[in-house]
């Protein structure tokens, strides 16, 4: 190892300061709900609280969770998050690995490639693609929430890249050992690009969880709503009076401001647990996946 000049020091420095005031910039909007959350109403409404719950209370929660609502719409997000997933890392897969070969081995593959590409840069619009799913008789169903999107394109690109850069050698010995495109699919190329396979499931996730304007189209009835959905219509469209004055006073510590506040951190939670465990791998595939001269 190579001692460190001054220059250097300082400037890591400065680089790791600067870094971590960002990220804790970035952080002080969660900060401050999840205070609100565990804070009691009177707190919240008094402006109180800043980045520290004041009079601690877990009411909020208790309110949250026993709403209906909000319960049926979480599971729909993880039925929507765990059919999404499959289908949309299932096609990738399928779509990345031919494109990935050279044009000798697939005729078409430049023809398929564009056919892909061009829908990244063009859709249907709103009322077509709305026109397409109700002649099918997908509305208010889980489909019309997963399908539409069942083969995301950027995706596949990255996964197509990443494929491209495995050893060819590794491939033509499964080939001779008598392997078909099968086998060294499913028991080499997907083995191998874990990195890439963990960055494109982080994506998913985060995609299908956060995911509200199809919900409000696609789903005539509020149950059938994913949970992003439920969110958007008490939070930014309906009115706050929304709760009866009734519903608060029996509630003791809750106001509309801290039962938002909990709600928000719950639809929250399930993404910031899954990433520190996709984060090792995401910077690894991202990089190994991308766009190469």
Same mark, same amino acid.
């Given at each position: 190892?190579?001692?460190?000049?001054?220059?250097?020091?300082?400037?890591?420095?400065?680089?790791?300061?600067?870094?971590?005031?960002?990220?804790?910039?970035?952080?002080?909007?969660?900060?401050?709900?999840?205070?609100?959350?565990?804070?009691?109403?009177?707190?919240?409404?008094?402006?109180?609280?800043?980045?520290?719950?004041?009079?601690?209370?877990?009411?909020?929660?208790?309110?949250?969770?026993?709403?209906?609502?909000?319960?049926?719409?979480?599971?729909?997000?993880?039925?929507?998050?765990?059919?999404?997933?499959?289908?949309?890392?299932?096609?990738?897969?399928?779509?990345?690995?031919?494109?990935?070969?050279?044009?000798?081995?697939?005729?078409?593959?430049?023809?398929?490639?564009?056919?892909?590409?061009?829908?990244?840069?063009?859709?249907?619009?709103?009322?077509?693609?709305?026109?397409?799913?109700?002649?099918?008789?997908?509305?208010?169903?889980?489909?019309? &929430? =997963?399908? /539409?999107?069942?083969?995301?394109? *950027?995706?596949?690109? %990255?996964? !197509?890249?990443?494929?491209? $850069?495995?050893?060819?050698?590794?491939?033509?010995?499964?080939?001779?050992?008598?392997?078909?495109?099968?086998?060294?699919?499913?028991?080499?190329?997907?083995?191998?690009?874990?990195?890439?396979?963990?960055?494109?499931?982080?994506?998913?996730?985060?995609?299908?969880?956060?995911?509200?304007?199809?919900?409000?189209?696609?789903?005539?009835?509020?149950?059938?709503?994913?949970?992003?959905?439920?969110?958007?219509?008490?939070?930014?469209?309906?009115?706050?009076?929304?709760?009866?004055?009734?519903?608060?006073?029996?509630?003791?510590?809750?106001?509309?401001?801290?039962?938002?506040?909990?709600?928000?951190?719950?639809?929250?939670?399930?993404?910031? &647990? =899954?990433? /520190?465990?996709?984060?090792?791998? *995401?910077?690894?595939? %991202?990089? !190994?996946?991308?766009?190469? $001269?």
């Amino acid at each position: 190892m190579h001692k460190l000049t001054l220059s250097r020091k300082s400037f890591l420095i400065f680089n790791y300061i600067l870094l971590g005031l960002t990220a804790f910039v970035c952080i002080l909007p969660l900060i401050n709900v999840l205070a609100i959350s565990f804070s009691s109403s009177t707190a919240a409404a008094a402006g109180f609280v800043k980045l520290l719950p004041v009079d601690f209370t877990l009411s909020s929660y208790k309110y949250a969770l026993q709403k209906h609502e909000f319960v049926d719409g979480f599971f729909v997000s993880l039925k929507r998050v765990g059919l999404g997933y499959a289908i949309n890392m299932l096609l990738s897969i399928l779509v990345a690995y031919p494109l990935s070969k050279e044009k000798k081995a697939l005729s078409l593959r430049n023809f398929y490639a564009w056919f892909f590409i061009i829908t990244m840069l063009f859709s249907g619009g709103l009322i077509p693609t709305y026109m397409t799913i109700k002649s099918v008789h997908m509305l208010d169903t889980i489909w019309a &929430l =997963v399908l /539409p999107g069942a083969v995301p394109v *950027f995706n596949v690109i %990255l996964l !197509m890249n990443f494929f491209r $850069g495995l050893p060819k050698e590794i491939e033509e010995a499964a080939y001779i050992d008598g392997a078909g495109y099968w086998r060294v699919l499913w028991k080499i190329y997907v083995p191998l690009s874990m990195p890439a396979i963990a960055t494109i499931t982080l994506f998913t996730i985060v995609t299908h969880w956060n995911s509200w304007f199809d919900g409000l189209i696609y789903m005539n009835q509020p149950i059938h709503y994913p949970l992003q959905s439920y969110l958007q219509t008490i939070i930014i469209t309906t009115d706050p009076s929304l709760m009866s004055s009734n519903e608060l006073l029996n509630t003791g510590d809750v106001s509309d401001r801290t039962y938002k506040a909990a709600q928000v951190f719950l639809a929250a939670f399930p993404v910031l &647990l =899954v990433y /520190p465990f996709l984060q090792k791998y *995401f910077m690894k595939g %991202l990089v !190994m996946g991308s766009v190469k $001269g």
